[in-house]
């Protein structure tokens, strides 16, 4: 296991060649993974307990850190060809966390033409991209951060407020105006129809932050404040009384159904933890028989749609999870394996328990996910054989 | 709470199997853990993806009900929804699924679960255990408020047996041994001078097959 570990690329490495042991990184890092080593006075990376959310690379004054996602050269090579794609000279940069769907951010912003880039924390994004974007034409940056104590990277969503601060001053100096950057804040919550409600309390049960009360005479409410957006309580609803914010039972069904429609088989379908799992800008890496719902957290994934795809004709189902310890939701995580689990044992019952399976990941193993769906996708590929014949 | 369990899908198929279009009925009321549209809509997944393999198609209906085994409640909501419905197959306890045959005679009423007994739910462990038999007979206010006939093993009124062992009981390591429990709770409560009282043997024409309220 161990040899597995040095073996695989990490998504975060510090050059140690480069750091001017300034310490920035390690008084940002949320997860005290960067630490001033004792005897060379450098920082050094614990990968374990990094989460990936690059905080550290966007503020490292020396550039003496990497990662592999989201990185400068990477997100103006996006920028480049998306602006002519949308044709337009607004950016909206928004953080999957909180972003509800374009039409929702063009609301929110009052636009109707915008280049979309969605990151996994705006903490991330280095004000250099904001310098670039503006040099290539861009005229207005709306920024969606989560709620600060939305953020799922504790610090991602503060530091944004100061770093947008800080270049709104600076462009104002330059003569572009002191608001180019504007910065909207959002956050994506449960949501109950207290008709449907029976009262049951699981979700008071379940909901990792106290946010689900049982009222007398018998309907759950939510304290919105507390709730951030796991989404577990809705798939453990028995009532069906719940739903979510942007991830809603009917819009996860409709995109499941467009993807399905257009696959090549056998047909392989992903639910991932939008944590889990950081996908590419262009999203053009999975191949034609495969496609992916992001889902806010894993434990969000819903027996319902899991049927709902094999109804649909896909071959085979693959959930990627963030492991307990690295839950952004307080370990929500665990009760998706043991509905996962559950259910397989049911489908057992009538012969698909293969086709389903639960695997925990994290981005900063970024070979790990791609070697759980290739060996998945392998299985399927037998079994679809196996029946064919 | 009524506890109940899946019963295995196969068994669900061979029930339903001569009948086409089927009319799921969730439990709203105490089934534990809780058997409502969510495992409704659940169970006609399954079905179908298991009928298919079968090759037999179904036609479902999924519907929810705020407690089966009214039947008045049952007659009047169900009553509107059975249009063309050729069977009923209840997520109920055996009360809900005998509710439904009596108020819908002309219709097949099928059980999904199996029902085990009146009893709580663990939630950490996910596990349901036995609380109450329903005696007719009730010794919960001289026994601390735990109950002899279902946690002790041998369901003795006058315990302890002699064969708790570590607090557990002889017959099943395991479990652990309900006069223990009892004695443990009396001592709490400053009353083991209750343990001092014969308790006689149980009237078994007490719990009778009908009561008035």
């Known amino acids: 296991m161990n040899e597995q570990i040095i073996e695989d690329r990490v998504a975060v490495e510090v050059n140690e060649d480069h750091c001017s042991s300034c310490c920035i990184c390690s008084t940002l890092c949320p997860y005290e993974a960067l630490n001033k080593h004792p005897e060379t006075g450098k920082i050094f990376l614990e990968i374990e307990k990094c989460q990936v959310c690059g905080l550290c690379y966007s503020a490292c004054p020396a550039k003496a850190i990497d990662t592999i996602y989201y990185d ?64 290539m034409g861009i005229k207005r940056i709306h920024v969606l951060a989560c709620d600060e104590d939305y953020c799922r990277f504790q610090r991602g969503s503060p530091v944004t407020r100061r770093r947008i601060l800080a270049l709104n001053l600076l462009f104002g100096q330059l003569g572009y105006g002191t608001e180019v950057i504007t910065l909207n804040r959002n956050s994506l919550k449960v949501k109950v129809d207290r008709d449907l409600c029976i009262a049951c309390g699981n979700c008071v049960y379940y909901c990792p932050y106290n946010a689900a009360k049982l009222d007398s005479p018998g309907a759950v409410s939510f304290d919105l404040s507390a709730c951030k957006g796991c989404g577990l309580c809705v798939a453990m609803c028995p009532a069906l009384a719940l739903d979510m914010e942007n991830w809603e039972r009917e819009s996860i069904s409709n995109l499941l159904a ?52 094999f109804q649909k004709g896909i071959d085979g189902i693959l959930i990627a999870s963030c492991s307990e310890e690295d839950c952004k939701q307080e370990g929500a995580s665990k009760n998706a394996q043991h509905s996962v689990t559950a259910l397989k044992e049911r489908l057992g019952q009538i012969g698909l328990q293969d086709r389903l399976h639960f695997c925990t990941v994290s981005p900063r193993y970024p070979e790990r996910f791609n070697r759980e769906l290739e060996q998945f996708s392998q299985k399927i590929e037998t079994i679809s054989l196996k029946e064919s014949k | 709470m009524i506890i109940t369990t899946q019963k295995p899908l196969d068994e669900v198929l061979d029930l339903i199997s001569p009948y086409r279009n089927i009319l799921i009925v969730g439990c709203d009321g105490c089934t534990q853990p809780p058997r409502g549209l969510r495992e409704a809509k659940t169970l006609s997944q399954l079905l179908e993806l298991g009928g298919k393999l079968r090759n037999r198609e179904f ?61 709580a739910e663990e939630r950490e462990a996910g596990l349901m255990e036995e609380m109450c038999a329903g005696c007719g007979d009730c010794l919960l206010g001289l026994t601390g408020g735990i109950c002899p006939v279902t946690r002790c093993t041998k369901g003795l009124l006058n315990g302890i047996c002699g064969g708790s062992r570590n607090g557990k009981c002889e017959l099943n390591p395991e479990r652990d041994c309900g006069w223990i429990l009892i004695y443990e709770q009396l001592k709490k409560q400053g009353k083991l001078e209750l343990l001092k009282e014969f308790r006689p043997p149980r009237d078994y024409q007490i719990r009778g097959w009908r009561v008035t309220t």
Not at chain 2, 84 to 102: P, Y
């Open chain 2, 59 to 119: 036609t479902f209906k999924e519907i929810t009900h705020p407690k089966q085994c009214d039947s008045y409640l049952a007659a009047s909501m169900l009553r509107p929804q059975i249009d063309g419905v050729e069977a009923i197959l209840s997520l109920a306890c055996g009360v809900g699924v005998q509710t439904l045959t009596k108020v819908l005679p002309e219709l097949p009423v099928f059980p999904a679960q199996n029902t085990h007994f009146m009893g």
């Open chain 1, 72 to 135: 400068i050269d990477s997100l103006i090579r996006y920028l480049t060809r998306a602006k002519q794609e949308y044709e337009s000279d607004e950016l909206v940069i928004m953080c999957k966390g909180s972003a509800p769907d374009f039409s929702g951010i063009g609301k929110l912003f009052g636009v109707t033409k915008f280049i979309p880039l969605s990151v996994p924390c705006i903490g991330r994004v280095p004000e250099e991209v904001f310098l670039k974007a503006l040099l």
């Open chain 1, 258 to 309: 467009e993807l399905s429609s257009g696959m090549k088989l056998p047909k392989i379908l992903v639910f991932r933890c939008q944590w889990a799992v950081f996908s590419p800008l262009d999203n053009g890496e999975l191949a034609p028989n495969i496609r992916s719902i992001d889902l806010p957290c894993a434990s969000r994934v819903d027996t319902f749609h899991i049927l709902e795809a």
